[in-house]
């Protein structure tokens, strides 16, 4: 059996309010090609398949679309798909009747009947070309308050609920299991130690923080466990069979070097083999100028010697970086006149200050902050944000507008 395992497509999103709906359709044309090119038997999609919980028209055709032209180039194919954090339950389930009769099988919440868990519904049966069952799969989605029940005297009542979902999963799957029938795992969730993206917005912390699952949650007799929430591909405990794919599409700048993958492997029997990587093509380029901060006139050198613009339909998404003695109100504009006819996006305007050298607080006391004037608490606040002493004209500007609100207050 040849299996895929990806995740986190959050079809419909935007970067720094730029459409993306050309880099996933070209990434789903990728994939619908690969599962065909390496004759998969089955897709394992772990969760955020959209963006927000009601998303549009477009991302759901989008989503449709590709399933039915990966059944119909590999009509064999099994695929199963888990809900993540960003996806709403109910809509994600809403054609589950319709789309199981092509071997295809959507689990948007676990259900609870008479406080027990129905794990009749999250392990699911991998079977071959002919119909025979070749593995088990606990297909858990993403578990919110109210889907687990409460552990008595757990020290990690969230990691704690989570570990006995998963191994009473495992032990529902053993009454069904075959001896030479292997078991795998989804989920979609936040592992302990796992790295997560550098400013990457949208794979934001789960119950602030608390949410976090030791790998030991995964019995050691499930042969491959593939997860999604995380957008950096990556091996979890250092084993080699319990991965994140990571996200299809870079999430921020600092992937601008990042290859992102889907996860091949091969089930044999009761093991998981040949575990590796596919990368996946990048359709929209990320650009970084200049790759370190520098001062203003420098970094509109820089972006006057980008390229003209071309006939090209997607060009790059520009970060600009910029280095700052104090606020330029013509910041913007400046860099979008230069980037007039050039080969393109903005996206991104990434502004630093020289750091101060004293780092240490002034603690103050409750006298001394009642005779601090306005034009004080606005001087030291400039100096703090820009390490650099207020322009007299700036300060001006202020002692005016101070001076008027007094008039209006006396």
């Not at 069952?133 to 109210?146: D, Q, S």
């Not at 979890?236 to 492997?265: A, C, D, T, W």
């Not at 050298?357 to 004037?373: G, H, I, T, W």
Request: glycine share 4%; aromatic share 8%.
């Amino acid at each position: 059996m040849k299996l895929l395992h990806t995740a986190d497509w959050h079809i419909g999103q935007t970067f720094y309010e730029n459409d993306r709906s050309y880099e996933h359709q070209k990434f789903l044309e990728w994939l619908t090609a690969t599962i065909s090119e390496k004759e998969i038997d089955v897709l394992l999609i772990c969760g955020d398949v959209f963006d927000v919980s009601n998303p549009a028209a477009s991302s759901v055709t989008m989503f449709y679309n590709f399933l039915m032209k990966s059944v119909k180039g590999r009509p064999n194919l099994q695929i199963i798909i888990i809900a993540g954090n960003h996806d709403s339950p109910a809509r994600l389930e809403a054609p589950k009747p319709l789309l199981e009769s092509s071997n295809i099988t959507i689990i948007g919440n676990v259900e609870i009947n008479d406080k027990s868990i129905n794990y009749e519904k999250i392990v699911v049966p991998i079977k071959n070309g002919i119909g025979q069952i070749k593995a088990w799969c606990i297909a858990m989605p993403y578990l919110r308050p109210g889907d687990y029940p409460s552990v008595a005297n757990a020290s990690a009542s969230y990691a704690d609920s989570i570990a006995a979902i998963y191994n009473e999963a495992y032990a529902h799957t053993l009454t069904a299991r075959q001896a030479g029938e292997a078991v795998i795992a989804l989920g979609h969730l936040h592992t302990l130690d796992a790295e997560v993206s550098e400013n990457d917005r949208s794979e934001r912390l789960i119950m602030g923080g608390v949410e976090f699952v030791p790998v030991s949650v995964f019995h050691d007799n499930i042969v491959y466990t593939a997860l999604g929430h995380i957008h950096k591909a990556q091996k979890i405990g250092g084993k080699e069979n319990i991965r994140y794919s990571g996200s299809p599409l870079p999430m921020s700048f600092s992937e601008v070097n990042y290859k992102h993958q889907v996860i091949y492997f091969e089930i044999e029997g009761e093991q998981a083999k040949n575990i590796q990587s596919i990368e996946i093509p990048i359709t929209v380029k990320l650009l970084r100028v200049p790759s370190v901060p520098k001062l203003l006139n420098e970094v509109l050198h820089e972006l006057n010697q980008l390229p003209e613009a071309t006939d090209m339909e997607n060009p790059p998404f520009l970060e600009v970086r910029v280095l700052l003695d104090g606020p330029e109100p013509s910041l913007r504009h400046q860099i979008e006149n230069v980037l007039i006819n050039k080969n393109v996006r903005l996206a991104k305007i990434d502004v630093k200050y020289p750091m101060g050298n004293n780092s240490e607080e002034e603690v103050m006391s409750y006298e001394k902050l009642q005779e601090l004037q306005p034009v004080n608490v606005f001087n030291r606040i400039y100096k703090s944000r820009y390490n650099n002493e207020t322009p007299e004209e700036l300060l001006s500007l202020f002692n005016q507008v101070s001076n008027e609100i007094s008039l209006k207050d006396n």
